[in-house]
């Protein structure tokens, strides 16, 4: 018997799609980075939620080990991130797990017993001799880490690895925090600046949401210089019809997308993965079970609950005010900027906002994840379709029909 053809579709942070459709410009342009011999670039892999950062940085990485780079990270939490003790804790960490294994050295151990030869034990490269170079070397934390960084070098440039990349996720944790004096993002960057100086060959790949290049430019203004900026957008018509059409062309696959179902997916979705993920899904589920046709509406109200209304309740009534107003602008799906925002306010409300609280309004919702300000100083949504979604609140609340005293 065939084992039955499973729903193939995966809509959730991090999961492996089934097909990782279109993204060949972006990992040209990350081969490109791993040619470098003195590193002049690293990477910057930004978009919107759920455009696929993260299950993109997962293909990257079996790319660079097999062009004999060595790979370490993980995901930087707010509290690895909250000092520079952490920051660097996390960065030992992570080093460790690769290089455990070097030898570095030897030490005598002298046996007890009588006239027993002493033993002679290699010195290994683990978390503990890591800490205690670090420990050791006189100066700033950016001193010391660089320290360690060296001697991991003198180990690994005696292999045939080209370098090792340093990959971080969710790096919009990242800043520094002036008020207590500590500056963590503002190390990672002095200290990988000043080893790519000295020709040691460690690449950093930092993965996260808008805000994530301004925070690093803002930090130290060689950034802009030291990161290759790859913003991830939402997929083209071709590619989100592969997203959607290759895990199905299996033939036990029992369910088949016309051409009309395509159209309305591609629309619905916008291209966005995660919500092609999720339609595709929904409609798979529906389809196995009998209907024929793509249940649009449900399943945009069903997007709606489990995606967007959370973060829509999360915002006051003042701010969703705003946010309506916004969503009425022509250029909602992409940028706009406080005059804009202030002329359709005085169009739409009897109370319309003033420019300066506007502003304040953005700075709030940008602290939020709602919105964030680019490096020109404009504004745009941070989570993808979210124009709209609040262009259907605003439709369904005209469209509820007014009550006749509880009668239906
Ligand atoms: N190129 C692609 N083709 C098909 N599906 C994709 C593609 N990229 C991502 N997806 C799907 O989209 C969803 C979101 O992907 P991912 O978690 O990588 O996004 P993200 O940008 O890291 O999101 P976040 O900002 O929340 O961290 C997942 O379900 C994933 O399987
Ligand atoms: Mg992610």
Redesign the pocket.
């Known amino acids: 018997m065939v084992k039955e053809f499973e729903n193939p ?15 060949a410009e972006e990992t040209e342009e990350f081969r490109r980075l791993l040619e470098q011999k003195v590193i002049l670039e690293n990477l910057v892999l930004t ?12 293909t990257l990485k079996p790319i660079a080990i097999r062009e004999k780079w060595r790979w370490v990270g993980t995901d930087l939490s707010e509290s690895s991130s909250i000092s520079e003790e952490r920051i660097v804790l996390r960065l030992l960490t992570d080093l460790s797990v690769l290089t455990a294994s070097f030898v570095v050295g030897e030490r005598e151990r002298s046996n007890i017993g009588f006239g027993a030869p002493p033993t002679r034990d290699e010195i290994k490269l683990d978390f503990r001799t890591l800490r205690s170079i670090y420990a050791s070397t006189p100066g700033l934390p950016s001193d010391k880490l660089k320290r360690v960084l060296e001697v991991v070098w003198s180990v690994l440039k005696q292999t045939t690895d080209r370098g090792l990349i340093f990959a971080y ?2 790096a919009q944790n990242l800043a520094d925090h002036a008020a207590k004096d500590n500056y963590p993002l503002s190390l990672l960057l002095d200290v990988f600046q000043s080893i790519q100086k000295k020709d040691m060959p460690f690449m950093l790949i930092l ?3 808008p805000p994530l290049f301004p925070k690093l430019v803002e930090a130290r203004t060689f950034a802009e210089r030291m990161f290759r900026v790859v913003f ?1 957008d939402s ?1 083209t018509e071709p ?1 989100s019809r ?2 959607m059409l290759k895990p199905i062309e299996n033939t036990h696959c029992p369910v088949r997308l016309d051409e009309q179902s395509i159209k309305l997916i591609v629309g619905a979705s916008g291209g ?7 339609i595709c899904r929904e409609v798979y589920d529906a389809f196995v079970q009998g209907q024929t046709s793509v249940p649009v509406a449900e399943i945009k109200r069903k997007l709606d609950t489990d995606f967007f209304a959370g973060r829509w309740a999360r915002a006051t009534d003042r701010q969703r005010e705003l946010m309506m107003v916004i969503a009425q602008l022509d250029t909602s799906a992409a940028e706009f900027a406080v005059q804009e925002i202030a002329e359709k306010s005085k169009q739409m409300l009897d109370k319309p906002f003033s420019s300066s609280h506007i502003n304040q309004m953005l700075v709030a919702l940008s602290n939020s994840g709602l919105i964030y300000k680019n490096r020109h100083g404009r504004y745009s949504f941070a989570v993808p379709l979210l124009n709209q979604f609040i262009r259907r609140q605003i439709s369904d609340e005209f469209e509820t029909p007014p009550k006749h005293g509880g009668q239906p």
């Open positions: 579709f995966r809509p959730g942070a991090g999961h492996k799609p089934p097909y990782l459709a279109g993204r978009g919107l939620r759920g455009v696929g950062k993260t299950v993109l940085l997962d996720d969710e993965v996260g949401l991830l997929l590619e592969d997203a966005y993965p995660y919500f092609i993920q999720f």
